[in-house]
């Protein structure tokens, strides 16, 4: 359940990145370029940190966690590129 959550805050964050750097693209050409990568780099920052509090408080080893970090963080950073690439 925790995983989904993170999934649906992940895909929320990026919808709202997206839309600012869509209403600043008139004045800034690449704005959502950056937004694109300041997403991905604040989503690796979340997810680590999610990665982080299971092994060092939920007594998860890295080695259990990584598979969940890898779902967390690829999934909607896969959904920033391909938005970014196919139709913005």
């Known amino acids: 359940m925790r995983t989904l ?5 992940g895909l929320l ?10 209403l600043f693209s008139s004045n800034y050409p690449n704005a959502t370029l950056v937004a694109t990568f300041a997403y991905i780099a604040l989503w690796l920052l979340v ?3 999610n990665m982080w509090v299971g092994v060092s408080k939920a007594g998860y080893s890295a080695a259990e966690e990584l598979p969940i ?3 967390i ?4 950073a896969a959904a920033a ?8």
């Open 81 to 88: 590129v391909v938005l970014k690439w196919k139709f913005i």
């Open 47 to 49: 997810a680590g940190a």
């Open 13 to 22: 964050l990026l919808a709202a990145v997206l839309l600012l750097g869509r």
């Open 73 to 76: 963080f690829g999934l909607p």
């Open 5 to 9: 959550l993170f999934l649906m805050a």
């Open 69 to 71: 970090f890898l779902l």
